[in-house]
């Protein structure tokens, strides 16, 4: 039996997701100690990591469409397994940074291989297991390309950061029917706003969600 509690944070490039997570994980760990897992996909382990690097890698353009969705869910498999399921597990409050809900958007609307496809693929590779709930930063996509070119390190600009902007307009359009169609898991934030309100919202939110470790002993 799983016993701890599992949060995603899904949006669409330049949505603010890392720069939120970085504000809020001092806050959180302050309170809540080894009770606490902030992960990310893909990634969040040796093995993970290293497809991340395959995945991501500016050089590696003749990447097939299906070949990159299989390689995000054998990640996340590895990830989960590795990972995740440990820690939900000892009881832990797991915040991952990307998760299913990713490559359906990305892979499935974005590259137009299928969005019921990739869930199919990724329902096997997790063997359905989903978060609890899922936080998500809605931004549009020109907005999110925008903040790329403004904020990011040219050295963290991966493959996908480069693709057009037709294909970030097909990401969030799948983003939000994921949205739609999952109105009990799935929570929007309006990641137009300034970050310390998009922060405010998502402590909040959280606290929330998962209340009882917040709660004093």
Same mark, same amino acid.
């Given at each position: ?18 720069? $939120? ?10 309170? !809540? ?19 991340? @690097? ?23 498999? %590895?990830? !989960?397994? /590795?990972?995740?399921?440990?820690? !939900? ?22 590259? /137009?291989?299928?969005?019921? /496809?990739?869930? @199919? ?17 809605? $931004? ?41 169609? @999952? ?9 137009? %706003?300034?970050? @310390? ?18 709660? /004093?002993?």
């Amino acid at each position: 039996m799983l016993q701890g509690m599992f949060i995603t944070i899904e949006g669409p490039d330049g949505a603010g997701k890392t720069s $939120v997570l970085n504000k809020v994980l001092p806050i959180f760990s302050k309170e !809540l100690g080894d009770k606490l897992l902030i992960t990310r996909e893909p990634g969040g382990n040796k093995i993970s990591e290293q497809v991340r @690097n395959v995945i991501l890698d500016r050089n590696n353009t003749d990447m097939d469409y299906r070949t990159e969705a299989l390689l995000y869910a054998a990640a996340r498999r %590895q990830h !989960l397994v /590795e990972t995740i399921l440990p820690a !939900l597990k000892a009881g832990k409050l797991v915040l991952c940074d990307r998760y299913v809900d990713s490559s359906v958007a990305y892979q499935g609307a974005g590259r /137009e291989i299928g969005m019921p /496809e990739v869930f @199919n693929m990724n329902t096997f590779a997790t063997q359905n297991i989903m978060p609890n709930k899922t936080i998500y930063f809605d $931004v549009p996509a020109e907005v999110g390309l925008q903040r790329i070119a403004k904020y990011r390190d040219a050295k963290n600009v991966d493959r996908l950061d480069v693709e057009t902007t037709a294909f970030h307009k097909r990401v969030n359009e799948g983003y939000k029917q994921i949205a739609a169609r @999952n109105p009990s898991r799935i929570i929007v934030i309006d990641a137009t %706003q300034p970050l @310390n309100k998009v922060v405010d919202q998502t402590v909040e939110i959280v606290k929330k969600i998962a209340g009882n470790y917040f709660k /004093e002993p």
